[in-house]
């Protein structure tokens, strides 16, 4: 009996192990990251996230240790985070100098846009990178099915509508870039689980029978000027399809300007608002947003406001990254709670 237990015990421990083995990423490693291929010898040490949704996915995978400095933060990272969040190094809440950045001697510069890191980076371009033996990565969210080349507040248009998928993917190749693999399959099932239960908590199938529509406010250069709203190809657009909710802005700019008489006459059942730290414009606030929309002759006269169905999510949830499922989960349960 004992013979046995043993045996089976080893049995399944080299089973385990020849299964690591397998999905050991084998070096060098080339991967093509928005257009620009990179191969890894080894698995970077040191890493400079540019990028909220970058060093969250870090802790996620289990990656803290090798975050040598964070940068662009709107708010906190998930509770499940706060302890490992105190400890991270911040050279900057908004963009980071280019010095300040290749002062942590990073072997990678991972950015969530790339209007950072990019051929226009507010940071630097990745040739500038590169030039210094710096990998850079950038989230291919913030690149794949978009475009950037206009010079509007809407953070570009999308060609192709934004899906988690674009989340899965990162996830997968940063897994194998750092050699976790194991990780980032498990952290993978683990987002497809909590989409498929705030779907069923939000009853997504009677929201869309009632043709439920919803908007969704980041911010604004001016409070009572025309709001940042999602547009119908974005992170948001994909967070409302989830829950069975139509978004009512319709155009493939991810953040459009538009004017709120055009809102109201589409009269939303529901208004998302972006909660965050940032200050840099009035909007920015979410109590001055919500005191406008109380009072405002033309936004007060909305159902969503008449009913009182304010939702408040962080703001990066809102923004392509792993929070899409956060504010999935937390828009489902405060529509339930509505009922």
Request: a negative charge.
């Amino acid at each position: 009996m004992t013979y046995k237990l043993i045996s089976s015990t080893l049995c399944a421990t080299l089973g385990l192990t020849l299964s690591s083995a397998a999905l050991a990423t084998q070096y060098p490693l080339t991967i093509d990251n928005c257009g620009l291929k990179n191969t890894y010898q080894h698995a970077p040490e040191r890493v400079v996230t540019i990028g909220q949704h970058e060093t969250e996915l870090m802790l996620a995978l289990g990656l803290k240790d090798k975050v040598v400095g964070t940068s662009v933060w709107f708010g906190h990272l998930p509770q499940a985070y706060a302890k490992e969040e105190a400890t991270l190094k911040r050279l900057s809440d908004n963009s980071p100098s280019f010095e300040a950045v290749v002062g942590q001697m990073p072997e990678l510069v991972a950015a969530q846009y790339t209007y950072h890191v990019g051929p226009q980076g507010e940071v630097a371009t990745r040739g500038q990178f590169e030039d210094l033996g710096v990998h850079t990565w950038i989230s291919p969210s913030d690149c794949v099915g978009k475009s950037v080349t206009d010079s509007s507040n809407s953070d570009g248009a999308r060609s192709v509508p934004y899906s988690v998928d674009l989340i899965y993917q990162e996830v997968t190749e940063m897994a194998k870039i750092f050699n976790v693999e194991p990780r980032g399959k498990e952290l993978n099932q683990q987002l497809a689980q909590r989409i498929e239960k705030a779907q069923l908590a939000a009853n997504s199938k009677a929201l869309r029978a009632q043709n439920a529509k919803v908007v969704f406010w980041f911010s604004s250069s001016r409070l009572k000027g025309d709001p940042w709203v999602a547009g119908n190809s974005g992170a948001p657009a994909w967070i409302a399809s989830a829950l069975g909710l139509k978004n009512v802005v319709d155009t493939n700019q991810e953040w459009p300007a538009v004017s709120w008489e055009t809102i109201a006459s589409d009269n939303p059942d529901y208004i998302v608002l972006a909660k965050m730290d940032r200050r840099l414009y009035p909007a920015d606030d979410i109590e001055k947003k919500i005191e406008f929309l109380k009072n405002d002759p033309v936004t007060k006269q909305m159902k969503a406001i008449k009913n009182n169905h304010i939702i408040v999510v962080p703001a990066m949830s809102l923004n392509p990254s792993l929070g899409n499922v956060e504010a999935v989960e937390e828009i489902g349960q405060q529509i339930g709670q509505f009922k």
